[in-house]
C-alpha cells in the first residue's frame, strides 16, 4: 500500500499564477519531507525539504507547506514559469530510515 | 564530470543475459542507492550501501546483484530477469545515509525481452 500519494498526475498553469502541488502520506511517524522535480532524459534534483517541526518553508519562488493533522503537504510555486514544466516528486521518510516517494505530478506551465 | 552519472542510459537485454548497469559519483558522498522505477508507480528504493557496506536490501530478487567495489562506484548486475523487471533504474549518492538530500543519476532504462 502506498504511504505517499500524489493525486493529480498532471497540473496546467498558466505563467505568472501559481502552482499548487499536493501530496498525501499515510505514516503519521513520517518527520522528514522532500520535494524533487525531474525533467525527461535526466533523474530527479532535489527542490527544497522540510521537517515536522515546521509548517512552511520558503526558498524563493518555491514554498511548502505542512499539515501535520491532515498528513497533508504542499508545495507552492509563484510565479510559475515555463521552464518550471516537469514531473514533481513528493518523498517523506522516518528519519534515518528509507523515503518514500510518490508517483509524481507533471506540472506544464503555459506562456 | 560532475554528480551522478550512469551507463548505460538504454539497455535491452533478453531474458537469458547477464548484463551491468554502472553508476558514478563525483560529489565526494559515502552513501549509495539503487531504485526502481516502474511506469505509473512511485520509485522503489532496492539497495544502499553507506562506505561500500550494503546497509540495505529491499527484498530484491536474487536476480538483482549489487556492487559496491569503492564509495564512487556503484553495479547492479542483472540476470535471468523477467519482461515485468522492465524499468528505469536510478542510481543516487548522498553525504550519508543520515543527509536526506539524494543526488539522483539520469537512470539507465531497461527493457527485457
Known amino acids: 500500500d502506498q504511504q505517499v500519494k500524489q493525486n493529480s498526475p498532471s497540473l496546467s498553469v498558466q505563467e505568472g499564477r501559481i502552482s499548487i502541488l499536493n501530496c498525501d502520506y499515510t505514516n503519521s511517524m513520517f518527520d522528514y519531507f522532500l520535494w524533487y522535480k525531474k525533467y525527461p532524459a535526466e533523474g530527479p534534483t532535489f527542490l527544497i525539504s522540510?521537517?515536522?517541526?515546521?509548517d512552511k518553508n520558503e526558498d524563493g519562488r518555491f514554498t511548502v507547506f505542512l499539515n501535520k493533522s491532515a498528513k497533508h503537504l504542499s508545495l507552492h510555486i509563484v510565479p510559475s514559469q515555463p521552464g518550471d514544466s516537469a514531473v514533481y516528486f513528493c518523498?517523506?521518510?522516518?528519519?534515518?530510515?528509507?523515503?518514500?516517494f510518490g508517483t509524481g505530478t507533471s506540472l506544464t506551465v503555459i506562456p | 564530470e560532475t554528480g551522478v552519472t550512469q551507463t548505460p542510459r538504454h539497455l535491452v537485454m533478453g531474458m537469458t543475459n547477464k548484463k551491468s548497469l554502472k553508476c558514478e559519483q563525483h560529489?565526494?558522498?559515502?552513501?549509495m542507492y539503487w531504485y526502481k522505477q516502474s511506469a505509473k508507480k512511485p520509485l522503489e528504493l532496492m539497495f544502499v550501501y553507506s562506505l561500500e557496506e550494503r546497509v540495505e536490501n529491499n527484498s530484491v530478487p536474487s536476480r538483482f546483484s549489487p556492487e559496491c567495489p569503492n564509495s564512487s562506484h556503484l553495479f547492479l548486475h542483472l540476470h535471468t530477469l523477467q519482461p515485468e523487471d522492465s524499468a528505469l533504474y536510478l542510481c543516487a549518492s548522498s553525504q550519508d545515509v543520515q543527509r536526506y538530500e539524494q543526488y539522483f543519476g539520469p537512470g539507465t532504462r531497461l527493457t527485457v525481452t
Open positions: 522540510i521537517s515536522s517541526i515546521k
Open positions: 518523498a517523506a521518510s522516518v528519519t534515518g530510515n528509507q523515503f518514500y
Open positions: 560529489l565526494g558522498h559515502n552513501a
